[in-house]
């Protein structure tokens, strides 16, 4: 059985792009992999260097270790740049005559300990994943809250210092570490600002406090952490589409099973029934029914015949073909796929923290005040040294950042917490923050804004025939095919228990539908050329079927020696919640897009059923990700999909959205933000949700700098001490935290 809504432009008929795809826009630091589409060996030389070392460098997972490691070896003659792969923590040198022990020394230095590779294509992803003790983590935390409890209860103070000391201990050890070694590199990146503020509230008889922001900052650091292997798994799933191995015929005529990677250009592969294909090809023997949707996202699986294209690691759903291979196992459609999905992964995660960037500014500025505080009146002006000390120490306790360090992660964590109420998941404050921002949403097709999945929409009679024996006879044949449009049918039958007729003689007409003996009678349920070849076609039959094909739906009909009996219509339909998303998100002043691989008809249909005015089909993965990168320079833009095929797409948005339900891991696991129900009316929320969170966001940064101001003033005045110090940092921080919690309770339908 084959379905005919297909344009003849679709995706498997473009021209494959051939050229290399560079992003101009992007530092060529961001990934070792600047372009998408090479092979792996030449994605091994991303420039012209004369030399490059490769290394692993296993605890470089962040932007905060790019930057010392940068800074490090920036005095290092014959360097000529450094290439990031912070997904799979691999450092590229580029050198003419640096030595290589020099370089090695220098990363040894900072604790980054290089491991030297020949290609970095060559990791384990499960040696990558991040080694995080929860269990110290949770006994420090735990001690940390009975230090603030023993606090509040007046407990003696050796007691609190103890449970402070181990939770600091235990906690922060490798925080103060890594702290240290950016300090004697001169570099007071986040960790030397958590060393400073831990310890200057530590100095002041703070421990609790200490212990509680040591503990809050390392939980943190963990989540990011698991957030980063879980991007390395979703490449890691992508490698499992493509089959190892493939049936390839010899010179000599005899076929033979090779490995996938070395199978050259024009050999001709075999697929049987049910097999995944290895390789991109063209078909040149055979016809069959593959289930491409991993590539293109089409919502019904397409007939494919001799001079098709097929794609690597699509399903052969039905019959036997062979094809003759166009691309190596490294450069086919779906490799593309992956190193689009590992560059956009790299490139997103060059955005430098907030707070990293404020303490380059704030921290040195509030040392050397307090320095010169402390230093320069007892030194010119006689002043008394303990008095100015003293003062020195109270301005930076006042100026100590806590309320900023502990303000923003209490109101990110509350924002998501309670996103999670309304089944989003978001995967990290970044996209919380940036959601108020979205002006363009670009959304595929299948799964996202439709159901995805073939439905019956029509039935029409042509005979004399009762309505319900046409349709008896119809689904006993369809009850006997695994065909995606007989599956649709059978389902509505279903819906209306009809009882099921025995069959005999069952086979499949190829190409054309499938036939069978029903009460000794020959019966047909196939497509419009089906009806052509036996002889029973007529205008106004031609007329209905084009109404039905116009309108994006596949068409079959039940046929006998009597002719034409009835007419069945199977389409995708458009969820009843995707139009009132639409609808709202106009309302918000967001442009809503349809980007998708499915026909120009189709994709045009709904698009205007929804009221979307732009809409881009017939594209396959590269080209999504081509169109988002296009529009990033108009401001923040969103792609909602759910298939593999989005991956990359999702990756490069600053915000990709995906359908928790239906839509693959690998979408969820790229996207920043998952619909756990598959509702787009959760983009709205979301939305709405990320206004009130940057609103708190904002009231927190003023009021802790708004006080930091005053009392800044009233230490030159000489009218603070250390009680005042204590509520300027302490008093701050617990206002805001408290006003981060009121978006637990905040209502965002």
């Known amino acids: 059985m084959v379905h005919h809504s297909k344009d003849s432009n679709s995706p498997h008929d473009h021209e494959h792009h051939t050229q290399h795809h560079?992003?101009?826009?992007?530092?060529?630091?961001?990934?070792?992999?600047?372009?998408?589409?090479?092979?792996?060996?030449?994605?091994?030389?991303?420039?012209?260097?004369?030399?490059?070392?490769?290394?692993?460098?296993?605890?470089?997972?962040?932007?905060?270790?790019?930057?010392?490691?940068?800074?490090?070896?920036?005095?290092?003659?014959?360097?000529e740049s450094l290439d990031f792969d912070l997904i799979h923590r691999i450092l590229i040198v580029h050198h003419q005559s640096a030595s290589l022990e020099d370089i090695e020394a220098a990363l040894n230095s900072i604790d980054m300990s290089p491991e030297a590779i020949i290609q970095q294509d060559n990791y384990d992803l499960d040696a990558l994943a991040p080694k995080i003790n929860w269990l110290k983590l949770g006994v420090a935390g735990a001690l940390a809250l009975i230090a603030e409890i023993a606090d509040f209860a007046s407990y003696p103070n050796w007691c609190i210092f103890i449970l402070a000391i181990i939770a600091i201990i235990l906690g922060g050890f490798t925080t103060y570490k890594k702290g240290w070694i950016a300090l004697k590199n001169f570099n007071l990146n986040m960790n030397a600002l958590m060393s400073f503020a831990v310890t200057g509230a530590m100095l002041i008889g703070q421990w609790p406090e200490a212990a509680m922001v040591m503990v809050l900052f390392t939980l943190a650091e963990a989540i990011e952490a698991k957030s980063m292997d879980r991007?390395?798994?979703?490449?890691?799933?992508?490698?499992?589409?493509?089959?190892?191995?493939?049936?390839?015929?010899?010179?000599?005529?005899?076929?033979?099973?090779?490995?996938?990677?070395?199978?050259?250009?024009?050999?001709?592969?075999?697929?049987?029934?049910g097999e995944k294909i290895a390789l991109d090809g063209i078909i040149t023997v055979g016809h069959s029914t593959v289930?491409?949707?991993?590539?293109?996202?089409?919502?019904?699986?397409v007939e494919k015949n001799v001079g098709d294209q097929v794609y690597a690691g699509t399903l052969n759903e039905a019959g036997s073909f062979e094809f003759r291979v166009t691309a190596i196992a490294t450069q086919t459609t779906l490799a593309r796929i992956i190193k689009a999905v590992e560059s956009a992964q790299g490139s997103k995660a060059q955005t430098q923290r907030f707070v990293d960037n404020f303490a380059k500014i704030y921290t040195p500025i509030v040392f050397m005040i307090a320095l010169a505080i402390g230093v320069i009146p007892p030194l010119f002006f006689n002043g008394i040294w303990l008095d100015w000390v003293y003062k020195a120490l109270v301005l930076l306790v006042i100026a100590c950042p806590c309320a900023l360090v502990i303000s923003t992660p209490v109101t990110i964590v509350s924002g998501l917490a309670a996103a999670t109420r309304y089944g989003i998941l978001i995967k990290g404050g970044m996209y919380l923050e940036q959601g108020r921002k979205l002006v363009i949403l670009a959304l595929d097709k299948t799964g996202t804004l439709t159901y995805g999945k073939p439905k019956q929409t029509d039935f029409i009679t042509c005979s004399t025939l009762p309505e319900h024996e046409i349709r008896q006879i119809a689904v006993s044949l369809s009850a006997r095919s695994d065909h995606p449009v007989s599956k649709a049918l059978t389902k509505a039958a279903e819906h209306a228990k009809i009882t099921l007729l025995d069959v005999s003689d069952f086979s499949a007409v190829p190409g054309k539908g499938i036939k069978g003996l029903i009460n000794n009678q020959q019966w047909y349920l196939g497509n419009h050329r089906l009806v052509q070849d036996l002889g029973y076609d007529n205008q106004e039959l031609k007329k209905?079927?084009?109404?039905?094909?116009?309108?994006?739906?596949?068409?079959?009909?039940?046929?006998?020696?009597?002719?034409?009996?009835?007419?069945?219509?199977?389409?995708?339909?458009?969820?009843?919640?995707?139009?009132?998303?639409?609808?709202?998100l106009k309302k918000m002043s967001i442009k809503p897009m349809i980007l998708t691989g499915d026909n120009s008809r189709s994709s045009n249909i709904i698009a205007s059923q929804l009221g979307i005015t732009e809409v881009k089909s017939n594209l396959l993965p590269e080209d999504k990700l081509n169109i988002i990168t296009t529009l990033l320079p108009l401001g923040v833009i969103g792609m909602v999909g759910d298939g593999i095929n989005?991956?990359?797409?999702?990756?490069?948005?600053?915000?990709?959205?995906?359908?928790?339900?239906?839509?693959?891991?690998?979408?969820?696991?790229?996207?920043?933000?998952?619909?756990?129900?598959?509702?787009?009316?959760?983009?709205?929320?979301?939305?709405?949700?990320?206004?009130?969170?940057?609103?708190?966001?904002?009231?927190?940064?003023?009021?802790?700098?708004?006080?930091?101001?005053?009392?800044?003033?009233?230490?030159?005045?000489g009218e603070t001490n250390m009680w005042m110090a204590v509520f300027a940092d302490i008093g701050t921080s617990l206002l805001v935290v408290i006003n981060g919690l009121r978006l637990l309770k905040k209502r965002i339908l």
């Open 22 to 79: 560079h992003e101009t826009n992007e530092k060529c630091c961001n990934h070792a992999i600047n372009d998408s589409f090479i092979s792996n060996e030449q994605a091994t030389i991303p420039n012209s260097s004369k030399n490059q070392a490769v290394y692993r460098i296993l605890n470089m997972d962040c932007p905060t270790e790019e930057a010392l490691i940068r800074k490090k070896l920036a005095n290092i003659s014959g360097i």
């Open 231 to 273: 991007a390395r798994q979703a490449i890691k799933q992508l490698l499992t589409l493509t089959p190892e191995r493939a049936t390839v015929q010899q010179s000599d005529g005899e076929w033979l099973d090779l490995e996938s990677k070395l199978v050259p250009i024009d050999s001709i592969v075999r697929v049987k029934p």
């Open 291 to 301: 289930n491409q949707a991993s590539i293109t996202g089409e919502s019904l699986p």
């Open 544 to 584: 209905k079927i084009t109404t039905l094909e116009e309108q994006a739906k596949t068409v079959v009909l039940l046929i006998n020696e009597q002719g034409v009996h009835g007419l069945f219509a199977v389409a995708d339909t458009i969820k009843e919640t995707s139009i009132e998303a639409i609808q709202e």
């Open 646 to 717: 989005d991956a990359p797409a999702l990756t490069k948005a600053n915000i990709g959205f995906a359908m928790g339900v239906i839509g693959s891991a690998t979408a969820i696991e790229t996207a920043d933000v998952a619909l756990m129900d598959d509702d787009l009316r959760k983009i709205p929320q979301f939305i709405r949700l990320s206004k009130a969170t940057y609103a708190i966001l904002i009231q927190n940064i003023v009021f802790a700098l708004l006080v930091k101001m005053v009392f800044f003033i009233l230490t030159f005045m």
